[in-house]
T-cell receptor, first 114, second 109 residues
Framework: DGGITQSPKYLFRKEGQNVTLSCEQN?????MYWYRQDPGQGLRLIYY???????QKGDIAEGYSVSREKKESFPLTVTSAQKNPTAFYLC?????????????FGSGTQLSVL | KQEVTQIPAALSVPEGENLVLNCSFT??????LQWFRQDPGKGLTSLLL?????REQTSGRLNASLDKSSGRSTLYIAASQPGDSATYLC????????FGTGTRLQVFP
């Protein structure tokens, strides 16, 4: 089955720790995205990538980093500089980053601070 | 700056009712508007995508309309079922997707 796989489903971070969220897709999509979802707020874009070895900051990139070494993979690292990391993180992909493309989402990772 | 608002924030209806979810956006220069469904603790599933040149899209019991001039989109759900219970989000695409905060729908038997 084609789709987007996010892991882990739940993740706990200690103070000062960096953690990495995994996102893998087998849809052969060029564009991949990371969103953050907080209760009562809409999804906010953290980073996006239109092609391998290229990525761009979204609206709330501070305290986060990404890499795109393979087409299938777009991991997100939440660094210790992100002071309020507790949120639901969603990875998405589309064929291209164009105006008429549907987004396909993974099932999300809930990150909490210990 | 594009802002997307969804009203109501929550809705509870008996099974079988036809219902309308509302989405409004401040910048009418959108390329498309998308409706998504989100089940608790899950990712989003795309329901309908309406291009800026279109007025509506239909999929089964779902119909989404778009009125760019008034900055509004509606999602119509016919003959609602308990399985329709979820949060419904709309998102407007200008230079990026801007999401609303969603309408949490509960359909009770």
């Amino acid at each position: 089955d084609g789709g987007i796989t996010q892991s882990p489903k739940y993740l706990f971070r200690k103070e000062g720790q960096n953690v990495t969220l995994s996102c893998e897709q087998n849809l052969n999509h060029d564009a991949m995205y990371w969103y953050r979802q907080d209760p009562g707020q809409g999804l906010r874009l953290i980073y996006y990538s239109q092609i391998v070895n290229d990525f761009q900051k979204g609206d709330i990139a501070e305290g986060y980093s990404v890499s795109r070494e393979k087409k299938e993979s777009f991991p997100l690292t939440v660094t210790s500089a992100q002071k309020n990391p507790t949120a639901f993180y969603l990875c998405a992909s589309s064929i291209e980053r164009r105006t008429n493309e549907k987004l396909f989402f993974g099932s999300g990772t809930q990150l909490s601070v210990l | 700056k594009q802002e997307v608002t969804q009203i109501p924030a929550a809705l509870s209806v008996p099974e079988g009712e036809n219902l309308v979810l509302n989405c409004s956006f401040t910048d009418s220069a959108i390329y498309n508007l998308q409706w998504f469904r989100q089940d608790p603790g899950k990712g989003l599933t795309s329901l309908l995508l309406i291009q800026s040149s279109q007025r509506e899209q239909t999929s089964g019991r779902l119909n989404a309309s778009l009125d760019k001039s008034s900055g509004r989109s509606t999602l119509y759900i016919a003959a609602s079922q308990p399985g329709d219970s979820a949060t419904y989000l709309c998102a407007a695409y200008t230079d990026k997707l801007i999401f609303g905060t969603g309408t949490r729908l509960q359909v009770f038997p």
